[in-house]
């Protein structure tokens, strides 16, 4: 969303941000930090831009639902995301001689409007969380038989070693007879 900042550029004090931005995000696509996320509905968007003698501030809070699988047993995880967004907002051209490193620090106005969907969508990047837990004592599936082990455990041979660890199960051995 484009905000019209003409108003607070010219000498009001503050512009209420109240709005919905939807995602058009494909679960499907591997590349995206979002694989595997859906959201059934837009993220909500509230705050406000603050002008003081010249000084604008922006701080918005943002808020998702989401649908994703748990990273341990696949089950279905629903959930609700909130995060928040304050920068310094500043006409591009007082901003002409800053280092780029230091311009991510501003909401940048240009021609009077401010873009903030980006902002938003580059926040939820980084705060968003890559994976998810049905709960915090998911057990995961059974790497034998894939049964969902949260559900009871499964009939499959608990002694069997990985054979890549059968070296260390022997000195594991040895060890406990030297006892």
């Given at each position: 969303m484009k905000l019209?900042?003409?108003?607070?550029?010219?000498?009001?004090?503050?512009?209420?941000?109240?709005?919905?931005l939807i995602l058009d995000t494909?679960?499907?696509?591997?590349?995206?930090?979002?694989?595997?996320?859906?959201f059934p509905s837009p993220m909500k968007v509230k705050g406000d831009i603050t002008n003081t003698a010249g000084y604008m501030r922006m701080s918005l809070d943002a808020k998702l639902d989401y649908e994703a699988k748990c990273a341990r047993c696949l089950s279905d995880v629903n959930g609700s995301f909130t995060f928040?967004?304050?920068?310094?907002?500043?006409?591009?051209?007082?901003?002409t001689g800053l280092d780029e490193d230091k311009l991510?620090?501003?909401?940048?106005?240009?021609?009077?409007?401010?873009?903030v969907d980006e902002q938003l969508k580059e926040q939820l990047e980084m705060e968003f969380p890559l994976r998810f837990l049905c709960r915090d004592d998911?057990?995961?599936?059974?790497?034998?038989?894939?049964?969902?082990?949260?559900?009871?455990?499964?009939?499959?041979?608990?002694?069997?070693?990985?054979?890549r660890l059968a070296p260390l199960q022997k000195?594991?051995?040895?060890?406990?007879n030297k006892k």
């Open positions: 019209d900042l003409r108003p607070l550029l010219a000498g009001e004090r503050l512009l209420d941000v109240d709005y919905e494909d679960p499907e696509d591997t590349a995206s930090f979002l694989y595997g996320v859906s928040s967004l304050e920068k310094t907002v500043a006409p591009k051209e007082v901003l991510d620090d501003y909401a940048i106005i240009e021609d009077g409007f401010l873009d998911c057990r995961g599936l059974c790497q034998r038989c894939g049964k969902n082990l949260n559900d009871g455990d499964c009939n499959c041979a608990k002694t069997e070693i990985d054979p000195l594991l051995d040895e060890m406990n």
